[in-house]
């Protein structure tokens, strides 16, 4: 029997392969994020859009394309729904793609979602054609409005972003699984890979992580561990675990006990 | 006349392209992506769109993040 790579998988009519997505922040230079996008496997990255300095940007959408993985915009520091519909336009015009990873943020303490903002920015950006993918906050109604509105998967957190706390509430996780009909892509809080492996046993679609592998202390080996626990908590999903006992169940057989 | 480009003030002549703003901050041919008073503009129409003064324009590109 193969390892499984977990099957295929769809978002808006694209079929992707691997179900991690990698976010580009926080990479120490190219060259890591060019050896963590290779090892990841991973067939979706996200950038942020900036005002352009005169030091220029290096060649990040060439390291991207180089790596055969697709862009995917995020409108990362938008606080309004305003906000975050002109850095999509503009993603949309720079980047040439419709996706878009919708990040509205409350603040910058917490960079939790402003679900009010959130949902106004979806349903206007669903409206002008984007594809919508939107980071938000761990509350299932949440979420189901957001797929309400037209979005194309929702991305609930497992903790604040950066924070690598993993996943605080995953019964939470588990109840958006359960309602969506889009695919629930974990984001944020990642911190290790028993956390990614977590996502998947809830039933997630798939993970993204940025923080958690660019950051590590060995990028590139974080990279090879979050892909291998991806698969596993898939694997582990598909096969379905056992029902949790309070007391011991024997796994030895019973009859035949030798005894004094 | 005043233009506001990403953030700072610009004398620039009257006629003054938004095509030209562009290429004051980069020659980069794609990935660039600029907006006229919160209106983004495709690069074909750039060199056809003079600003005014006291206009604001926006011009970003992708960089590391999420």
Redesign the interface.
């Known amino acids: 029997m193969d390892i499984p790579n977990g099957e295929a998988w769809t978002i808006a009519g694209r079929t992707l392969t691997s179900r991690l997505i990698i976010?580009?922040?926080?990479?120490q230079s190219l060259d890591v994020?060019r050896k963590v996008l290779t090892a990841s496997g991973t067939q979706l990255t996200?950038?942020?859009?900036?005002?352009?300095?005169?030091a220029?940007?290096g060649s990040?959408?060439g390291v991207i394309k180089q790596a055969g993985v697709d862009?995917?915009?995020?409108t990362?520091g938008c606080h309004t729904a305003t906000e975050a519909l002109?850095?999509a336009?503009?993603?949309?015009?720079?980047?040439g793609t419709d996706w878009v990873?919708l990040?509205v943020v409350a603040d910058d303490i917490t960079l939790l979602p402003d679900p009010e903002e959130l949902i106004e920015a979806a349903r206007k950006l669903v409206a002008d054609g984007f594809t919508v993918l939107p980071y938000t906050n761990d509350d299932p109604v949440l979420a189901l409005r957001l797929e309400q509105a037209g979005c194309a998967a929702v991305m609930p957190l497992g903790a604040p972003i950066g924070s690598g706390l993993g996943i605080r509430n995953p019964h939470n996780i588990a109840m958006i699984v359960e309602r969506a009909r889009v695919p629930v892509i974990l984001d944020a809080g990642i911190g290790t890979a028993s956390e990614a492996a977590q996502a998947m046993e809830l039933g997630c679609g798939g993970v993204?992580i940025?923080s958690a592998i660019t950051r590590a202390a060995d990028p590139e080996m974080m990279a090879i561990a979050m892909r291998l626990a991806v698969q596993a908590g898939r694997a582990a999903h598909g096969a379905g675990r056992i029902p949790r006992r309070w007391h011991a169940v024997a796994s030895s057989p019973v009859a035949g006990q030798v005894s004094s | 006349m005043n233009v506001t480009l990403?953030?700072e003030p610009r004398d620039v002549p009257p006629g003054t392209t938004l095509a030209q703003l562009v290429g004051m901050?980069?020659d980069?041919p794609?990935?660039?992506?600029?907006?006229l008073n919160?209106e983004?503009l495709?690069?074909r129409a750039w060199a056809g769109t003079p600003v005014r003064d006291r206009d604001q324009v926006?011009?970003?590109?992708?960089?590391?993040?999420?």
């Open positions: 976010g580009t922040g926080g990479a994020l996200t950038v942020a859009m900036r005002r352009v300095t005169a220029g940007e990040l959408l862009v995917l915009p995020n990362a002109l850095v336009r503009l993603a949309r015009e720079a980047l990873k990040e993204l940025a | 990403n953030g901050l980069t980069q794609t990935g660039v992506a600029a907006a919160g983004v495709p690069r926006e011009v970003v590109t992708a960089v590391q993040g999420g």
